[in-house]
């Protein structure tokens, strides 16, 4: 049980430190990160007290407890990933329209400054 | 007089671009903008040789995302009153863009489709009826380029929810059809396309994927005729 315990805390606190060392880095966009402080937390709790889950699956009338874990664990990773898929969608259209304006100010500009240096900038 | 903008998106085209642009010159009735769609050929060389009006895209957009900076392009510039989509490859007969304009003209729709229901193979028919049925619309030629937009539609269509389309048929008729505008058919002759293929109906992996797209489309924007 103790090596259980150890093996858990080790993943919970080092996944945890992992995030916390991107977030302090400015490697991740500080609105996700308040998803990832609460998984990191949420690690080193259930990874140093791994029995702690265990007494709260009771009140919830589950009889093998890893099943209410991996249930709540997919439906959140699904909700994740269902966020991230509509964000892709909104960054997609805001590309393809930069893209659009940036055609379309290459051409104002041509036009007004048909000069050599401009030309070879395009190029 | 009305200002007419026609609008040639242009994904490699340097083989039968030059053709397309010379008999629109012939007519001297329209100005021409090409949208080059980050062609990997000569066409923007031949284009800036030839001081053709031209916008280039940095990244490939696909024909409705060339088609849709054209018309964002047109609206912005705030002199022309109708737009027409008009096909690269020769396949689109330029003296019929007046039968597609003749009914802007006269206010009957606010899109005019050029359609040609003759051409395609069985397989471009099944997809056409399947298309139809699920999507409610009633028109006869899906995926055809040939277009005439009012300016009401080519604002509509140039706002960003219309970025998010990959093709011009389904969605951009089911986003009109939404809006509350009109859409009309005119038969009209297209030739065969001489070289070159259909960007859709070219591989059926492409067949799949963009019928896979359309039918999710036209099944969400289900409506009663």
């Known amino acids: 049980m103790v090596t ?14 992992f995030i916390l060392l991107m977030i302090k880095k400015h490697q991740m966009y500080v609105n996700y990160t308040i998803w990832w402080l609460c998984v990191s937390f949420a690690m080193i709790i259930f990874g140093i007290k791994p029995q702690f889950f265990d007494s709260i699956v009771k009140y919830f009338g589950v009889s093998y407890p890893p099943t209410l874990l991996f249930l709540v664990a997919i ?13 892709r969608t909104k960054h997609e259209i805001r ?5 659009q ?4 100010l290459q051409a104002a500009l041509d036009e007004k400054l048909d000069t050599d240096d401009v030309r070879e900038y395009n190029e | 007089m009305n200002k007419v903008l026609v609008i040639i998106p242009a994904h490699n085209e340097e083989a039968l671009l030059p053709k397309t642009l010379q008999e629109l010159k012939q007519l001297n009735a329209y100005d021409v ?10 066409t923007l060389k031949y284009l800036k040789s030839e001081n053709v009006k031209h916008l280039s895209l940095p990244c490939q ?4 995302g060339a088609t849709q900076t054209g018309l964002r392009y047109g609206v912005s510039q705030k002199k022309y009153d109708y737009f027409i989509a008009f096909d690269a490859d020769g396949q689109h007969d330029s003296m019929t863009i007046d039968l597609l304009l003749y009914s802007l003209i006269h206010d009957e729709a606010d899109l005019v489709i050029g359609a040609c229901p003759e051409r395609g193979s069985l397989c471009r028919k099944i997809a056409w009826r399947l298309l139809r049925l699920t999507s409610g619309l009633n028109v006869k030629d899906l995926t055809s380029g040939f277009r005439a937009y009012s300016f009401r539609a ?5 706002s960003a929810q219309a970025s998010g389309l990959d093709y011009q048929d389904v969605g951009v008729l089911c986003f009109l059809r939404k809006a509350g505008l009109r859409i ?12 070159g293929k259909s960007r859709i109906f070219c591989s059926w992996f492409s067949v799949v994927q963009y019928m896979v797209y359309s039918l999710l489309l036209a099944v969400s924007n289900f409506r009663i005729r």
């Open chain 2, 61 to 64: 957009l696909g024909a409705w």
């Open chain 1, 101 to 104: 304006r940036v055609s379309i």
């Open chain 1, 4 to 17: 259980y315990s150890i093996v858990t805390s080790v993943i919970g606190i080092s996944s945890a430190a």
């Open chain 2, 154 to 158: 080519a604002s509509l269509l140039s």
């Open chain 2, 184 to 195: 009309k058919e005119v038969e009209v002759c297209m030739r065969p396309r001489s070289e």
């Open chain 1, 95 to 99: 590309i393809r329209r930069l893209v």
């Open chain 2, 33 to 42: 903008l090409v949208v080059d769609d980050n062609s990997y050929d000569n």
């Open chain 1, 75 to 87: 439906l959140f990773l699904f909700i994740k990933i269902l966020f991230m898929d509509i964000e």
